[in-house]
């Protein structure tokens, strides 16, 4: 069965960076896009990126644009999201989204 495991998550200071993974299992990694959403409390969940299969085309929600890279290892079945210039308003469960399956959830909280 599909799998999706997040982990990278944790308190950052306002500025600093996190890099975020995703371990995907049950399906043929390589011939799917993925995605991270994310949801503050609150709110609800909002699309953050998204990196397709060929050649890792990559495209990003307005809140990361510039300060986030998704990127995806096909060997190791990863997906990762790079977070930098980290904001309080970045604070949210990130969520790894493949076709219909969600991952748990990691915890970002930015704060000083």
């Known amino acids: 069965q599909v799998q999706l495991v997040e982990s990278g998550g944790g308190l950052v200071q306002p500025g600093g960076s996190l890099r975020l993974s995703c371990a995907a299992s049950g399906f043929t990694f390589s011939s799917d896009a993925m995605s991270w959403y994310r949801q503050a409390p609150g709110k609800e969940r909002e699309w953050v990126a998204t990196i397709y299969t060929a050649g890792g085309y990559t495209t990003y929600g307005n809140s990361g644009k510039g300060r986030f890279t998704i990127s995806r290892d096909n060997a190791k079945n990863t997906v990762y999201l790079q977070m930098n210039s980290l904001k309080p308003e970045d604070t949210a469960v990130y969520y790894c989204?493949?076709?219909?399956?969600w991952g748990q959830g990691t915890q970002v909280t930015v704060s000083s």
């Open positions: 989204y493949r076709r219909g399956y």
